[in-house]
């Protein structure tokens, strides 16, 4: 199991935003795009031990499951709609503290950082935080069952960074890179570790 | 300099579809728009010293070379907007034969994957094949100016493995991955062999 936790900033909390304009109205949705895909799309199939929590503007949380996600393709207008269908549920919803599926292994909640810090650490998964200060992840003891946690094009703020002072800090190498583009780094580390065989992808 | 050759198979070579449906009627022209996003995208910055070549159905070569490079975005929409630019400039030219800059750092002439080889060889480049059956690259020894060949969601048809059997096959890992994160990790590779400093990307 891996869950990678990317905070968005910007994205909008309303599904009132183009699916035309994502780095623009939608507050750059197109780096969250690219990271589900990142997260859960290898050529033939989908990651099914994956979670993805994306949160937004620290208000909404929406988690991607792997194993329940139906209709998820690579490229970024699409993910957008599913997440604009997320906002549109939730929108709608009379218990936003409550998870609503939106679309199959789509689900969307009030909800923070901290929130999701905390169900990934419910679940058991060693949480690191992907920073470029870190030490080595080719050095570094990496548990399987781990959560990663990213932001989107912007730093961290000091209040997530004080959430995150406590886990260790992983760096992927010297230079600054786009977060879709450290989670597929953080995936190939772990499946040559892992030594996986493409038949543990299911399609 | 670091050089990536990607095959679309299905890409329109005319500049007629629509930015948006580019899985569906622009032929998965989204792979490319993303290998071109993870060539050169850094998180603030653009890779200066590299040079894409997308070979659009073995007819049409559009050349990206970052010295020259402006106007690009990290998204799907935009990157493809540029690459519609120069479909229809090339489609507006009288000599086909002979490179067009349709917007900076952009140039289109009609070509093949035989071309693409022809010039990275010609540039002094050592030519990897990306392929699953491959030597795994952290073990193989790297040219720090190498090019990649890759193919977009479809295998190399027989006469373009033919033109690439002379060449080393790399592989990245034990899944089979898409193009544009193959990109992204034999970036990280060479970054990390190099030791790059941030501060040779140049903003």
């Not at 997320?86 to 909640?109: M, Q, V």
């Not at 548990?143 to 886990?167: C, G, K, M, N, W």
């Amino acid at each position: 199991m891996r869950a990678f936790i990317v905070l968005g900033h910007r994205v909008p909390l309303t599904p009132d935003f183009s699916l035309n304009d994502l780095p623009g109205s939608a507050g750059r949705l197109d780096v969250l795009c690219r990271c589900v895909t990142a997260a859960f799309c290898l050529s033939h199939g989908i990651r099914r031990d994956v979670i993805v929590y994306l949160v937004l503007q620290n208000q909404i949380v929406v988690r991607f499951d792997g194993s329940r996600l139906k209709h998820l393709n690579p490229d970024e207008r699409s993910t957008a709609a599913l997440i604009q269908k997320a906002l549109k549920a939730f929108s709608e919803s009379e218990h936003r503290d409550r998870e609503r599926e939106s679309t199959p292994g789509i689900f969307i909640a009030a909800g923070g950082l901290s929130d999701a810090l905390e169900r990934v650490t419910r679940a058991g998964l060693t949480v690191y935080w992907l920073h470029e200060q870190g030490s080595s992840i080719r050095q570094a003891e990496l548990h399987p069952r781990a959560a990663f946690v990213l932001s989107d094009h912007l730093e961290f703020l000091p209040e997530e960074a004080a959430l995150l002072e406590r886990f260790p800090r992983l760096s992927l190498g010297p230079l600054s890179l786009h977060a879709d583009h450290c989670i597929v780094i953080v995936h190939n580390e772990l499946d040559l570790r892992a030594g996986l065989a493409s038949s543990d992808a299911l399609p």
